[in-house]
């Protein structure tokens, strides 16, 4: 079982709709999570940090779980820019950080 | 410029051949880290180094090899290239105070490396 798991999508939805992915983690040690965003290509680039208290940013909520061991990310009102591979990650310790595989979004017009 | 910078961008070699690929940055990062993308797997840790000297293994190591000489410059090398070795390969960075501290990985743009 990978230690981060993510639905590999692709999740197709129109411009304007809501679209959430999760995220679960295997390793209850994990101390920090971060949502990436990696466009075709392109290297990753921080999106946002995950807090228990959940953290918005925009269009952008992220929520922790820490009962259930899962991160969320939601994301309203979705553009065509947002099309990208969402990447989520887990940090254990400073060499541990570990990476979902990613969930694709694409935004049709 | 690029924070961090990666040579080659793209690179086509042959199985058996001696690679090398470079990092730069200059962001002033001390923690460096060289991640394998592979299709479906997501990133995966080569090796990373905390400090000019400081070498540690990440999950998969085996047929790679590094060197960190200098703060800002940290090179990953394939002794013996073998084709299961094509990826795109990402260094990254990461400060322990300021910004970087809060835990943010900065990524090079990324090196295409395959092996015939």
């Known amino acids: 079982r990978k230690e981060v798991e993510q639905d590999p999508g692709p999740f197709n939805v129109p411009e304007g709709a809501t679209v959430a992915f999760n995220c679960t983690y295997s390793?209850?040690?994990?101390?920090?999570f971060f949502w990436y965003r990696q466009d075709c290509r392109k290297e990753p680039k921080l999106l946002m940090s995950?807090?228990?208290s959940g953290n918005e940013d925009g269009r952008f909520t992220a929520q922790l779980n820490r009962a259930s061991q899962y991160i969320s990310l939601l994301i309203r009102d979705s553009k065509l820019s947002d099309s990208a591979t969402y990447l989520c990650?887990?940090?254990?310790?400073?060499?541990?950080?570990?990476f979902g595989s990613g969930t694709r979004l694409s935004i049709r017009p | 410029d690029a924070d961090v910078t990666q040579t080659p961008r793209n690179r086509i070699t042959k199985t058996g051949k001696r690679i090398m690929l470079e990092c730069s940055q200059t962001?002033?990062?001390?923690?460096m880290y060289w991640y394998r993308q592979d299709p479906g797997l997501g990133l995966r840790l080569i090796y990373y180094?905390?400090?000019?000297?400081?070498?540690n293994k990440g999950e998969i190591s085996d047929g790679y090899s590094v060197s960190r000489q200098a703060q800002a410059k940290f090179s990953l090398s394939l002794e013996s290239a073998i084709p299961n070795q094509t990826a795109l390969y990402f260094c990254?960075?990461?400060?322990?105070?300021?910004?970087?501290?809060?835990?943010?990985?900065?990524f090079g743009e990324g090196s295409r490396l395959t092996v015939l």
């Open positions: 990254a960075t990461r400060g322990t105070r300021g910004p970087g501290g809060t835990g943010e990985l900065f």
């Open positions: 390793n209850s040690a994990s101390q920090s």
């Open positions: 995950v807090y228990s």
């Open positions: 990650v887990a940090y254990s310790s400073a060499s541990k950080i570990i």
């Open positions: 962001k002033g990062h001390d923690r």
């Open positions: 180094s905390f400090d000019v000297k400081d070498i």
